[in-house]
């Protein structure tokens, strides 16, 4: 099987539809066999995220609840809070179906993965995409309330623009770069020194 992986067949585009499909049914396959209940599931930030994505959809606005009072909350930033706000709005309070949601989502992050590999070498974006699929770190924290899959998925979508626009030196692919490294740091505030360190890099 591992020689079929790496033979002409499987280098063209069905290659790297294999990442995405292998990636989805481990991470469908781990979703459906772990306990899917809130007490296992909504543990410290899990119970915060969650509960203030309900809130957000309550209220219209970041907030924590006291009581019967609500308190403006600015202690996280609100990339996942409207992720989960819209998962709610679509399918209701389902742990599943956000966990569905994020295991799509991070099986495209090992798409992702694969073209970012593959900018070098066909063989090194499927071997990538196959060590990505495969990633128990990854397939864990997809099936998680967790901000991970979400950041992960524009943070290496940023990577992917930033390699294309340092290819071809088009304008466009800096200015989506720049937009998916917003919305990464909307999510995780790790990567907001990130854009001050990129500059001088895409200068040189």
Known sequence: MISNMFSPRFQGPQGFLTVLVIALVLRLANVFTIPVDPQSLLANDAYMYWSGAGLLLETGAFVDRYGNDFVLSTERVPGYY??????????????????????????FTC???????????????????????????????????????????FFTAMLVAAARFLRSGAIHWAAVGGLLLGIATMTRAVSQFLPLMMLPVFVA
């Open 111 to 153: 798409l992702l993965i694969a073209f970012l590999g593959g900018l070098h070498s066909r063989l090194l974006g499927l071997a990538a995409g196959l060590l990505a699929a495969a990633s128990p770190n990854l397939i864990i924290h997809s099936s998680a309330i967790l901000t991970d899959s979400l950041f992960l998925f």
């Open 82 to 107: 409207i992720f989960l706000a819209g998962i709610r709005w679509l399918f209701g309070p389902s742990l599943v179906a956000t966990l569905i949601v994020q295991s799509v989502l991070d099986s």
